[in-house]
């Protein structure tokens, strides 16, 4: 149902509705919100944080437009929702969350469901994820005020960034970093995500 919604609203590359259909959003919601975890719309997971609307991950998967072999950097793994949607895309899923928790109950969701190729770490997402750089593809799942500098710096020429910017009004861009390191940007349409908190 939520892929005919998904359809219905503009999402229709084959790849991306197929991982949508083969990743049951179930494993990722509390067992609290079991009943609505098929309903379009984000839910809370605990520590003021939500699992974003499934027709968003859509949208920003396709605007990803993620590759097999592409390695990938999403910030914010919250549930671990996003990044699985990711590893069945992608070649390898990198994915930093802030709060330890939420860091640690994805890992053993995506590890106990066979999501070999999504790696998860406790860490800020202002300062990217240095070891795995260059990224192919970034997707930050929180909103920063402006897409930061380290992170574009840890994205490959030839590579795109996804991410929801700003503070009230937030709107969802996609970054090209052209071969020549300059970056062009489109946005695409107005959103409401949680911020990016700046870690300590
Ligand atoms: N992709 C997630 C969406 C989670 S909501 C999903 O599908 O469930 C965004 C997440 O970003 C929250 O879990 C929040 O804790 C995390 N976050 C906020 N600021 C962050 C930062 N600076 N670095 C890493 N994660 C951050």
Do not use: C
Not at 13 to 22: E, G, I, K, Q, W
Not at 27 to 55: C, K, M, N, W
Not at 86 to 97: D, T
């Amino acid at each position: 149902m939520v892929i005919e919604q998904i359809k219905a609203r503009g999402v229709k590359d084959s790849r991306v509705l197929a991982a949508m259909a083969n990743v049951p959003r179930e494993l990722f919601v509390p067992p609290d919100q079991l009943p609505y975890a098929y309903e379009d719309r984000p839910l809370p997971i605990g520590h003021s944080q939500t699992i974003s609307q499934p027709y968003l991950v859509a949208l920003m998967t396709k605007l990803l437009a993620p590759g097999k072999k592409d390695r990938v950097l999403e910030l914010g793994t919250g549930s671990g929702y996003q990044a699985a949607i990711l590893g069945r895309l992608a070649g390898r899923v990198y994915s930093l969350e802030i709060v330890p928790e939420l860091a640690r109950s994805a890992a053993l969701v995506l590890r106990t469901n066979g999501f070999r190729n999504v790696r998860i770490r406790e860490g800020d997402g202002y300062k990217g994820w240095a070891e795995f750089a260059p990224y192919d593809k970034i997707l930050l799942s929180a909103a920063p005020p402006e897409i930061p500098a380290e992170l574009l710096a840890q994205l490959r020429p030839g590579g795109r960034l996804v991410a929801p910017v700003g503070v009230d009004a937030q709107r969802l861009v996609v970054v090209n970093k052209l071969l020549d390191g300059t970056t062009e940007t489109q946005t695409i349409l107005p959103v409401r995500f949680v911020p990016m908190v700046r870690g300590r």
